[in-house]
């Protein structure tokens, strides 16, 4: 079955979200992964067109309320950057309320609170997927954000701690009722880390416990048909994309025209996918100059070459990238190996396999 075969469930009929007072253009939201989902990359999507939502990578409350140099970097915004969500972590009540209160003045549209991430160095401090072992408190620290700002407040979490705990429906009944704009669910415990696959049933059991809170489906989507199976099998208001969004920058365009006419869009070819490598690279340059730009695409190339399918050695010189002028002659020759491939020929996006961390503590 091809993509443009998906029968579309009847989900599909509703084509836009609203968080609050905040309507989203699509209900396709770009997850926040740790490292990738910085200012230049949202921007390189969201000229692709089809993103409602993006969200930053997430920021300890405390190190915003303090002003580190490194939160700054990662909340680093622009007028094209919207609408934006800030994801924020941390365990004390105070700090999280006047973390989102200082948001709220900066300008964003909406502030996401982390109950998922497994890594250790979020979870030992008792935040992200540590929230969910502490009922009272949790609901108790979201509850005063929500009613610390006037913005939408989201969460995002995972089913539970493990699979003898799966307390994401008993949360995201409470957070209704504390006036949670939405909740996104990862469909995996934080056992599983990141490995196995996503638990639709999962997901499904926390849309049947709430009554009108959106539900947004997050976990192994990359094409039109895990979306569509997504919606069917789980019922849920939204969906967002992490990981697939890396392999296949157009997956957020492709699901807006599914919506809107059963049919993804054209077919990005390899020239267009080399056209993105550069545009990504250039807002990269532009942000925080050549030092910066290289050191961040060293992160994504491996993204890239997957794709594009270089050649060893223009792979292994990308990962080490030390120059705008080296960037540039290795962009050429992979066009060159691209125009001898057949550069206009479709990508086969639905083939490429998405690198996950292991275990549930391993850096992202």
């Not at 909340?75 to 094209?80: E, G, L, V």
């Not at 950057?81 to 200082?102: F, H, K, N, S």
């Not at 934080?190 to 196995?196: E, K, L």
């Not at 990308?318 to 290795?330: D, I, K, Q």
Request: aromatic fraction near 8%.
């Amino acid at each position: 079955m091809t993509e443009t075969d998906v029968t579309a469930p009847d989900t599909r009929t509703v084509r836009s979200l609203s968080l609050g007072s905040l309507r989203l253009t699509t209900r396709f939201v770009l997850a926040p992964l740790a490292g990738y989902t910085n200012l230049p990359f949202r921007l390189a999507l969201r000229e692709l067109g089809g993103v409602g939502l993006a969200t930053t990578d997430l920021v300890n409350a405390r190190a915003l309320l303090v002003g580190s140099a490194r939160t700054m970097e990662l909340i680093q915004t622009c007028p094209a950057d919207r609408p934006l969500a800030v994801q924020i972590y941390g365990a004390d009540p105070t700090e999280m309320a006047a973390a989102a209160q200082w948001l709220e003045s900066y300008g964003v549209s909406a502030v996401d609170i982390n109950m998922g991430c497994p890594v250790h160095k979020v979870v030992r401090g008792g935040g992200g997927s540590a929230m969910m072992c502490d009922p009272a408190k949790t609901v108790g620290l979201v509850r005063t954000i929500v009613e610390a700002v006037r913005i939408p407040v989201t969460v995002k979490m995972r089913l539970g701690w493990d699979e003898q705990n799966w307390s994401a429906p008993f949360f995201a009944r409470e957070f209704e009722q504390a006036g949670v704009a939405a909740v996104t669910i990862h469909g995996r415990t934080r056992a599983q880390g990141f490995g196995g696959s996503v638990q639709l049933d999962g997901i499904r059991a926390v849309v049947e416990a709430v009554d009108r809170l959106p539900i947004i489906g997050n976990g192994d989507i990359r094409n039109i048909a895990d979306a569509a199976r997504m919606f069917e099998a789980t019922g849920c208001h939204a969906i967002s994309i992490g990981r697939g969004a890396l392999l296949n920058p157009w997956i957020f365009r492709d699901l807006a025209c599914w919506e809107e006419t059963g049919e993804s869009g054209p077919a990005p070819t390899y020239a267009a996918r080399a056209d993105f490598m550069a545009r990504h690279f250039g807002l990269l340059l532009a942000q925080r100059g050549e030092h910066f730009a290289c050191l961040t695409f060293r992160k994504v190339a491996n993204w890239y070459c997957k794709v594009l399918r270089p050649g060893r050695e223009v792979q292994q010189r990308l990962v080490r990238l030390g120059s705008a002028v080296e960037f540039h002659e290795l962009l050429e020759r992979t066009r060159g190996v691209l125009a001898h491939r057949g550069e206009s020929a479709p990508l086969p996006t639905d083939s490429f396999e998405v690198t996950v961390p292991r275990g549930p503590v391993e850096r992202w």
